[in-house]
Nanobody, 115 residues
Framework: QVQLVESGGGLVQPGGSLRLSCVAS????????MSWYRQAPGKERELVASISGAGGFTNYADSVKGRFTISRDNAKNTVYLQMNSLKPEDTAVYYCTTFVDRRRWGQGTQVTVSS
């Protein structure tokens, strides 16, 4: 079955960095665009970044452009989100997602940016 497993979240100070990973299984990973979403307390889930199946096309939310980088390793069935210059407003649960028959979500990983 389709599985998406995120890791790499944690507590980091403002200005710090984290790299999130999402390992996928149960579908042809290289054929699927992948995305990262996030949801902060009391807010709706929002798109952070997306990447095409081959990795040649990416897009980002305006709020993270220039600070976050999405990438993928199709040999490892893994998508990454490198987050630099983190701000308190980046605090959220981050989810990996793709579409296989329907929208699929991982369990999420908590990112907390605080001094």
């Amino acid at each position: 079955q389709v599985q998406l497993v995120e890791s790499g979240g944690g507590l980091v100070q403002p200005g710090g960095s984290l790299r999130l990973s999402c390992v996928a299984s149960g579908f042809t990973f290289s054929s699927n665009p992948m995305s990262w979403y996030r949801q902060a307390p009391g807010k709706e889930r929002e798109l952070v970044a997306s990447i095409s199946g081959a990795g040649g096309f990416t897009n980002y939310a305006d709020s993270v452009k220039g600070r976050f980088t999405i990438s993928r390793d199709n040999a490892k069935n893994t998508v990454y989100l490198q987050m630099n210059s983190l701000k308190p407003e980046d605090t959220a649960v981050y989810y990996c997602t793709t579409f296989v028959d329907r929208r699929r979500w991982g369990q999420g990983t908590q990112v907390t940016v605080s001094s």
